[in-house]
């Protein structure tokens, strides 16, 4: 018997990472075949005392979603801001990024498209593919199906660290917009639309299709947000990602403060309005499942409330009193 005959094709791997190699320009380092590596003192020669930081995430059910409707590209960037969102929260500049890729068959058309929007990403954020893996699971996957994971390595100056003791009454919750239902939530929303047998791409919400809104891809925040940090005025943040506002908000904060957020203050997406209508979800579950248009908050003193909404699109929707540690949602 050949190891071909089980459903692992040998050269088709070899084929892909070699497709990948091919788009990969490193202009420092080296790229064996099994890992990679760069000068480490000059990648982080402008952060005085490094801290490494590092995460790994998915993207969860929303790739079935995209496989149903034949438009995986954006999965990529997707899987790039899952994990660079994460460690964005502690003030991280991501520096390298590996990613995990499992396959029915390396014949999978899905397979190129998604590896062209995760580079087409890296190489908007200035992160660096660091290797991966593509794994053939003939006997756990069906033939186009597929799943992915992603790993980040970033550095932050170890006194710009966010910290929850930094969280202090009186300062200001800032809420920068999502772009959508970015990467949780999709086991629901596929739900939804199964149940009341919805074809996503003929209805449309304001002038876009359901399907549109549904895999825009998940916004990446560094570049707006990384100046702030490296300045030291973040005294908190969040990637708001599965468990809503409350559930990641609340991470955040220490045992004297809590956070007050009011509703009325969020622009609330209009996606998740029409989810909630035709879905019959409870109020109190659509804020714990979903971003509801929130997809990155900072916590910062009054004084610099200004200098962040002034350059970017964040805005109040809160402040932080003294407490216990909760998140109040009114």
């Not at 590596?37 to 929303?62: H, M, N, Q, R, W």
């Not at 929007?117 to 794994?135: D, K, R, V």
Request: with cysteine.
């Amino acid at each position: 018997m050949l190891y071909e005959e089980s459903g692992v094709n040998i050269k088709g791997g070899e084929d892909f990472a070699h497709y990948i190699k091919q788009r990969i320009k490193h202009a420092s380092g080296f790229y064996p075949d099994f890992a990679w590596g760069f000068d480490l003192a000059e990648k982080i020669k402008d952060i005085k005392d490094p801290f490494i930081v590092y995460s790994t995430d998915g993207i969860g059910t929303k790739i079935k979603l995209a496989i149903q409707y034949k438009n995986v590209g954006g999965l990529g960037k997707d899987l790039l801001a899952m994990c660079v969102n994460d460690i964005l929260v502690l003030g991280a500049r991501p520096i390298v990024f590996l990613d995990y890729i499992a396959v029915s068959n390396i014949k999978n058309p899905n397979l190129r498209p998604f590896m062209d929007g995760l580079l087409n990403a890296l190489s908007e954020e200035g992160i660096e593919l660091g290797g991966g893996e593509t794994a053939e699971l003939p006997d756990l996957l069906k033939e186009d199906e597929f799943d992915v994971a992603g790993f980040v390595i970033g550095v932050v100056s170890k006194n710009k660290i966010t910290k929850n003791e930094h969280v202090k009454e009186e300062d200001v919750v800032l809420a920068i917009p999502s772009s959508g239902v970015h990467s949780n939530g999709y086991s629901l929303v596929r739900h939804i639309l199964n149940k009341k047998n919805i074809d996503a791409e003929k209805v449309f919400i304001e002038d876009k299709s359901l399907i549109e809104i549904l895999l825009n891809p998940t916004r990446i925040y560094t570049k707006d947000l990384l100046q702030f940090f490296e300045k030291g005025i973040v005294h908190g943040a969040a990637h708001i990602t599965g468990g809503g506002i409350e559930g990641n908000l609340k991470r955040t904060l220490n045992k004297d403060v809590n956070a007050i957020i009011y509703k009325d203050r969020i622009s609330v997406h209009p996606v998740f309005k029409y989810l909630q209508d035709i879905g019959d979800v409870p109020e109190d579950e659509m804020w714990r499942v979903f971003n509801m248009g929130v997809g990155f908050i900072l916590i910062v003193s009054k004084e610099h409330v200004d200098a962040i909404t002034k350059s970017t699109d964040a805005y109040p929707i809160g402040e932080i009193t003294k407490g216990e540690g909760e998140v109040v949602i009114k």
